[in-house]
């Protein structure tokens, strides 16, 4: 009873600590994207062709850019604090409803990409290092390097190449069949079909580097103190690896994928242009060329909560795999 209550009030901690994080976030973003040249406004008088200083000025007045920074900072934090991103003049639709129409096809990428990366990592990490400086050891490590080494665009495309283009096997782009209407199961096959490619191109770097991360935790701790005891007392190597090795190595793994959120955000936006998912990421690329500032703000701010999220999961996770955490 005790343990669980150390548990809850670790994780309430963590919970308030991320409050400032997540502020300091919001105004930083708001800054940055203010700061950089071009708005709105000149995005569509140069659609238009031309435009009138006298339309500047009222297209500037409608998107609320008349004012000081400092009043809009004001009133786009006030907003934050009740739900209002703002409006997107490019898809003329509230912005927070954009954003979760488009934030399960990202999710979806996301978490099957982190959990075939790690799943995957741990594995390969595992074989590698029980037989270290074998043939498989060799062989695992210079894949997960090439895997490191390679641009996610490039990758993608070689798989589009490859997989769809002249084996035929998957579809080159889109989350469904166009037109097809399936329902059900049907449905949720033809999006893992789909999806495929894609997860696959987006995991490929972080499996790499949980391999790397993998092996060197195990061989770190199989040269513990207590692998020699239980060496001692007779424990299989099997036992060893799998009972006492394997809960420890995996502990800077879980860590990593934590940290990792943001960077397969990042990474999701390129994955996304190139197989056109329609997620954030692909909603961000476009918004940022059109200027459209309060959806890239809500983006954003989206991503940040997911990352904070994510991290309170990793935390929770941490104190499952090692009480010594919520007890300290």
């Known amino acids: 009873m005790s343990a669980?209550?150390?548990?809850?009030?670790?994780?309430?901690?963590?919970?308030?600590?991320a409050v400032p994080v997540l502020l300091t976030i919001v105004v930083l973003n708001f800054l940055m994207l203010h700061l950089a040249p071009g708005?709105?406004?000149?995005?569509?008088?140069?659609?238009?062709?031309?435009?009138?200083?006298?339309?500047?000025?009222q297209l500037r007045a409608r998107f609320g850019l008349d004012r000081a920074l400092g009043a809009q900072l004001v009133l786009y934090v006030t907003n934050v604090l009740t739900l209002n991103l703002g409006f997107s003049f490019r898809h003329s639709m509230p912005v927070l409803d954009l954003i979760l129409v488009r934030l399960g096809p990202t999710l979806l990428l996301m978490g099957v990409a982190l959990l075939l990366s790690v799943s995957a990592g741990?594995?390969?990490?595992?074989?590698?290092?029980?037989?270290?400086?074998?043939?498989?050891?060799?062989?695992?490590?210079?894949?997960?390097?090439?895997?490191y080494a390679t641009p996610l665009f490039w990758i993608g495309l070689m798989l589009i190449v490859v997989f769809s283009l002249r084996l035929g096997w998957f579809?080159?782009?889109?989350?469904?069949?166009?037109?097809?209407?399936?329902?059900?199961?049907?449905?949720a096959l033809d999006i893992a079909h789909h999806l495929v490619l894609p997860a696959l191109t987006l995991?490929?770097?972080?499996?790499?580097?949980?391999?790397?991360?993998?092996r060197a935790a195990i061989l770190e701790q199989a040269g513990m103190d207590y692998v020699a005891t239980a060496r001692a007392k007779g424990l299989s190597e099997r036992r060893i690896v799998l009972?006492?090795?394997?809960?420890?190595?995996?502990?800077?793994?879980?860590?990593?994928?934590?940290?990792?959120?943001?960077?397969?955000?990042?990474?999701?936006?390129?994955?996304?242009?190139?197989?056109?998912?329609?997620?954030?990421?692909?909603?961000?690329?476009?918004?940022?060329?059109?200027?459209?500032?309060?959806?890239?703000?809500?983006?954003?701010?989206?991503?940040?909560?997911l990352v904070i999220a994510v991290n309170l999961a990793v935390d929770f996770a941490y104190t499952l795999l090692d009480p010594r955490i919520h007890l300290g």
């Open 203 to 214: 995991s490929l770097f972080y499996m790499a580097l949980y391999t790397r991360l993998m």
């Open 243 to 305: 009972a006492h090795v394997l809960r420890n190595a995996i502990l800077p793994v879980v860590t990593m994928a934590g940290v990792q959120v943001g960077s397969l955000l990042g990474g999701s936006i390129v994955v996304e242009s190139v197989f056109a998912w329609p997620g954030l990421g692909l909603l961000a690329f476009q918004s940022l060329f059109a200027r459209d500032l309060n959806l890239l703000m809500g983006i954003f701010l989206l991503s940040t909560c």
């Open 122 to 147: 741990i594995l390969l990490g595992l074989l590698a290092a029980v037989r270290v400086h074998s043939w498989r050891d060799t062989l695992i490590s210079i894949l997960a390097l090439i895997s």
């Open 39 to 57: 708005d709105a406004a000149d995005v569509l008088a140069g659609e238009a062709g031309s435009a009138s200083p006298e339309y500047m000025a």
């Open 171 to 187: 579809p080159t782009s889109g989350m469904e069949t166009v037109a097809a209407f399936y329902e059900g199961w049907r449905r």
């Open 4 to 17: 669980g209550r150390g548990r809850a009030s670790y994780l309430l901690r963590r919970l308030l600590q």
